[in-house]
């Protein structure tokens, strides 16, 4: 099957400081989820919260999906809520 690179783009409202950046990236990087790319930062300019960026190689749009929802399991595994900002194939 092709390969689909999927980029996933996470708004994580909780999300407060360093601690928190380091919380949610170990959540992602511990994972065996086809997740190739992974990265969160605070929102700038006052802004409450911060985002993550979640890159995965699917084969398919349905693998996509799932590895949203898996993403976000992570996420909340690691004590955020989050929605999904973006979706790119």
Same mark, same amino acid.
């Given at each position: 099957?092709?390969? *689909? ?6 708004n994580i409202p909780g999300m407060g400081? !360093?601690? +928190?950046?380091?919380? *949610?990236?170990? %959540?992602?990087? %511990? /994972?065996?989820?086809?997740? @190739?790319? %992974? @990265? /969160? ?6 802004? =409450?919260?911060? =985002? ?6 699917? /084969? /398919? ?10 993403? &976000?399991? &992570? ?6 809520? +989050?929605? !999904?900002? @973006?979706?790119d194939l």
């Amino acid at each position: 099957k092709p390969t *689909i690179q999927a980029t996933i783009e996470f708004n994580i409202p909780g999300m407060g400081c !360093v601690a +928190c950046i380091n919380k *949610i990236d170990a %959540s992602l990087r %511990s /994972s065996n989820q086809n997740i @190739s790319q %992974s @990265s /969160s930062w605070l929102n700038g300019d006052g802004e =409450k919260g911060g =985002k993550a960026k979640v890159v995965v190689k699917v /084969s /398919s749009e349905e693998e996509a999906d799932d590895a949203v929802q898996r993403a &976000m399991g &992570m996420i909340r595994d690691a004590g955020f809520e +989050c929605e !999904v900002e @973006s979706l790119d194939l």
